[in-house]
């Protein structure tokens, strides 16, 4: 192995690099367990026994299990199509089980820039083919919850139907969803919005259309194009509208309930009645009155069957809309957002004349609960400590009743799937089984991971809405204990004190948002100085005294000790910003093309070097045990310092930086291991080099990941090879070396398969400006904007890094390993102090109580 001073020195020399070959990994989900996000579908198949879907807001969609366990379907999405994993609609074909139809796009204003498509499946969603719309699609907008949307023809199923939001109308396909066509005829594409002055746009757009269905009953031929269609509209006018021409014409029915909008449209084939919920909103969230209804087919009466709220007053929408398709007149409901003190699900047996409720008052605050719960699939759900916890979920739009089994129901909520396996018992002695029916699907949006030193976990994940946890295991369900609950729900940011890593710090989205840990994560503590700043990242002192915070809006600030924070105003606001692992008063920062560094605990920033043309700095990481050595991921590639920033080298490869992390070497001496979402030779992906980029292998396989740009990176610091990814709606992975990676032939030449790509050598120069200490220009990015170069792997490129010097360069005093031969100190290290390790030559005995553990080759702490 390389010794590491040579390894220092090899920089300077010019690298030859591959094309990327790849090397498989197997990849499974760090198990959360029981889902972390919205449920707006859930679809039975009324021909096939056991089929089911669901769908979700940002994390695609899933198909259930004869064990009750579900397999996503869309983990192929990658960052080219990441709008993919909002499904707005889904449809399973009644007549050919074996197709399955997705619409979907993620938001319908600028945030996404992709119009929406209609996706096909004929294996149940094993593999896709897609036809793209004409415009955006808004699987996680507002009325997501609404539906569905989607619906095929149960007489001629070549034919489908999909109502679109904002604007677009009603669009008609007659090839099984290659081909599509707007349907003229109806004219009312909606005009309810959710909040029509939002100021971010955002609640602007209308809902459109809510939902298609078709009595099945009409028509006489099995074959032909089934003639009464239903279509619900975000209206509060005229919102039911039917045609009795297959299509052909539309009108509103008349006598229809008017002032709120129709979220779900469920025909009943044993009554021959449809039957309808309604909202004064567009949920998920909100809605604060509404009424079930049903229309009589043969009569063409409306009858109100709004079922009685427990506490006398409806103060909620409804949503869910479940029809029992072996028991005529057996419907439920759901309260679509009542969230105190829990939410309600109805049932009737006669057509809603009579109701029964799943809980009741006795009296405030007693009530009787008529179920059972188990969160066996997901422990961390449940806080026995929150006097306020809707133990029945929150937002509960989708509600469903097996068609093969009266007895198997599945509701979505805000966090997970319920449901069970014994629902007739309510209509007896009302005491059902609900149990957690999520198992496999992870949809957390996760912020930030952590791979510690040391510590009870091998992984720290920051994550919206269920906050993050401490994971001791990666295969099983996370406890209530794993969790950040505690203190707030969401968690963007965590960083841990180099020279002592149990020391941590997390901050998150909620009010009181900076909390600290000083055993690994287990336990945190609430940091009252945190009253300024909104989420963001956030830098720990090596030391763990000083915590640097940049904010997702607003300018960097710092506090001390605990101490309340100050505004630094030497680094500009949104920088990406990291600690020196080693040296307790270096920290660092990069903005657009500059590199910032702070040699006096983070008071006071300078620029030392541009960073070739980026116009993003993404993420700084350090390395953990050698001060002054830190890589730079950009938009425009990955760079290196091994001078605290006086000087930096481009690596050969990535044309694009994302999210990245050094974990592991692949043996005692050599390079840490990086792996990150990078561009190389114009394919962007997950790739790994254990030779400080020389060599890079794409790692992803198939495995698509969503939105590279929203995706997090750690690597194992202990294990070597093994690689998480956090998504934005389909929670963290983890992938482990299958095989080896094909080695590189000689004179900068690879073959990889049948391909043979040959490149040439990138050189990297230097060259020194000297600059005014004072001058700063400040630019400002788009953090969500990645910008995608592709280069020609035959063409030399020649990159200059410009060297900025302020002021007469002070080299920061290093406390970590020295890469030249020095006397070995004796004496005894302190508690979490480094006691050896590759090049150390301080104290290698630990003080009474504790011994010294290797963390890595290069750091071995006292424990």
Known sequence: ???????????????????????????????????????????????????????????????????????????????????????????????????????????????????????????????????????KIGGNMPGRGVGERLAIDPHSNNIIYFGASSGNGLWKSTDYGVTWAKVSSFTNVGTFKANASDPNVYEQDTIGITWVTFDENSGGSKTVATPRIFAGVADTGNSVYISTNAGSTWTAIAGQPTGYIPHKGVFSPLENVLYISYSNGAGPYDGTLGYVYKYNITSGAWTNITPPSPSGDIYYGFGGLAVDRQKAGTIMVAALNSWWPDSILWRSTNGGATWTSIWEWVSYPTRN???????????????????NFEELGWMIESLVIDPFDSNHWLYGTGATIFGGRDLLKWDTSRNVSISVMANGIEETAIQDLLSPPSGPGILLSGMYDAGGFLHKNLDTVQTATDQFHVLFSGTTSIDYAGNSPLQMFRVGSNAQQLANSGDGGVTWNLIYAANQGTAGTIALSANGDIVLWSPSSGSIIRS?????????????????????????????????????????????????????????????????????????????????????????????????????????????????????????????????????????????????????????????????????????????????????????????????????????????????????????????????????STTTASTTTKTTTTKVTTTPTTTPKTTSASTTSAPVVTGTQSHYGQCGGIGWTGPTQCVSGTTCQVGNPYYYQCL
């Open 1 to 135: 192995m390389v010794a590491v001073p040579a390894l220092l020195a090899a920089l300077a020399a010019p690298l030859l690099v591959s094309a990327a070959p790849t090397q498989c990994h197997t990849w499974k989900n760090v198990k959360i367990g029981g889902g972390g996000g919205f449920v707006p579908g859930i679809i039975f198949n009324n021909a096939q026994k056991n089929l089911a879907y669901v769908r979700t807001d940002i994390g695609g969609a899933y198909r259930l299990n004869s064990d009750d366990s579900w397999t996503p379907l869309l983990d192929s999405v990658g960052n080219s199509n990441w709008n993919h994993w909002g499904v707005d609609s889904l449809a399973t074909d009644p007549v050919d089980p074996t197709r399955l139809y997705l619409a979907v796009g993620m938001y319908t204003i600028d945030w996404d820039p992709n119009n929406g498509a209609i996706m096909r499946s004929t294996d149940q969603g094993n593999t896709w083919s897609e036809t793209a719309l004409p415009f």
């Open 369 to 387: 609960k008529y179920y059972s719960i188990s969160y066996a699939n997901a422990p961390w759900i449940y806080d026995a400590t929150n006097t």
């Open 560 to 788: 001390q000790y605990t101490n309340a924070f100050t505004t630094i105003s030497s680094l500009p606001a949104g920088a990406a910003i990291a600690s020196d692992k080693r040296n307790e008063t270096v920290f660092y920062g990069g903005s657009t093309n500059s590199f910032y560094l702070s040699t006096d605990g983070a008071l006071t920033f300078k620029a030392t070097a541009t960073l070739g043309s980026a116009t993003a700095v993404v993420k700084i990481v350090p390395n953990p045990t050698l001060a002054g050595d830190v890589w730079v991921s950009t938009s425009d590639g990955l760079y290196r310092t091994t001078n605290y920033g006086s000087s930096f080298t481009k690596i050969s490869g990535p044309t694009v930086g994302g999210d990245f992390d050094l974990g592991a070497p692949k043996t005692s001496g050599a390079y840490w291991s990086i792996a990150g979402f990078f561009t190389i030779d114009g394919l962007s992906g997950v790739y790994r080099t254990d030779d400080g980029g020389v060599n890079w292998v794409r790692i992803n396989d198939a495995l698509g990941f969503g939105s590279a740009s929203a995706n997090k990176v750690a690597v194992d610091y202990k294990v070597y090879g093994r690689v998480f990814v956090g998504t934005n709606g389909r929670g963290i992975f983890y992938g482990n070396p299958s095989c080896s990676s094909p080695p590189p032939t000689a004179s900068g030449t690879t073959t990889t398969g049948a391909t043979k790509t040959t490149t040439t050598p990138v050189t990297t120069t230097t060259t020194k400006v000297t600059t005014t200490p004072s001058t700063t220009t400040k630019v400002t990015t788009t953090p969500s904007t990645t910008t995608k």
